[in-house]
């Protein structure tokens, strides 16, 4: 175990399904020994003076990036809760200044078919991240829903707690192995 080591996961969802991943990938980021705060993007406090060993950013892939003011709008129009339209992940980052290297990661959902398209939600963050300050520790990762609204892959529930299980044990502050940072 390593006492004490805290990761943030913050994460933004119209339809549901980026949520269900970052549940999923805070069990794994746990069951790794993580301590995890898991945050809607809508409830968050931005990151500055917040205590923690590890960011993770979590959003739907809105036009090839993450969405907008307009990409959430539209996502209402095709049925999600007008609330999930307040703000986003592009919104919270804005907010935040220069983390000195602090260790960061970033995951997307997106349509099957896009999968292999580099410019994605998960891809634009890290960027941001990194213009923050942030040290991004894992390559943007893509979690996979059948349409729009959903639903996810199969598996890809499973795979993203994986990935969380994975990140925790490589990068938790104490953990043999953990990078150092
Ligand atoms: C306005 C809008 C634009 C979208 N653009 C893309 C896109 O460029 N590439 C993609 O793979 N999926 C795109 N999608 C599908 C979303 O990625 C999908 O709705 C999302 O993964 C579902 O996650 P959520 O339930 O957490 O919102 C778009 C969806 C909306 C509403």
């Known amino acids: 175990m390593n006492d004490g080591a805290?990761?943030?996961?913050v994460y933004e969802s119209m339809f549901g399904c980026t949520e269900s991943v970052a549940r999923?990938?805070?069990?794994?980021?746990?069951?790794?020994?993580?301590?995890?705060?898991?945050?809607?993007?809508?409830?968050?406090?931005?990151?500055?003076g917040r205590s923690f060993?590890?960011?993770v950013l979590g959003a739907p892939t809105h036009a090839f990036?993450?969405?907008r003011p307009s990409t959430r709008l539209d996502a209402v129009r095709q049925g999600a809760?007008?609330?999930?339209?307040t703000t986003g992940v592009r919104?919270?980052?804005?907010?935040?200044?220069?983390?000195d290297g602090r260790p960061a990661a970033a995951f997307d959902t997106r349509v099957t078919k896009t999968r292999r398209l580099?410019?994605?939600?998960?891809?634009?963050?890290a960027r941001l991240l990194r213009r923050r300050?942030?040290?991004?520790?894992?390559?943007p990762t893509a979690f996979l829903v059948a349409d729009v609204q959903g639903p996810l892959v199969d598996g890809e529930l499973e795979r993203a707690r994986g990935w969380g299980i994975r990140l925790a044990h490589d990068h938790a502050p104490g953990l043999p192995g953990a990078a150092a940072g």
């Not at 809760?81 to 339209?85: L, Q, S, V, Y």
């Not at 980052?93 to 983390?99: E, F, I, S, V």
């Not at 300050?133 to 390559?139: D, Q």
Request: glycine share 12%; aromatic share 4%.
């Open 53 to 55: 060993d590890l960011l």
């Open 24 to 48: 999923a990938v805070a069990e794994g980021l746990a069951e790794g020994g993580f301590t995890v705060d898991l945050e809607n993007v809508r409830d968050a406090e931005g990151p500055g």
């Open 91 to 99: 919104e919270w980052l804005a907010g935040t200044k220069g983390r």
């Open 81 to 85: 809760p007008a609330e999930a339209a």
């Open 6 to 9: 805290r990761v943030l996961v």
């Open 65 to 67: 990036s993450l969405s």
């Open 133 to 139: 300050g942030f040290r991004i520790v894992e390559r």
């Open 118 to 125: 580099p410019k994605a939600a998960s891809t634009r963050a």
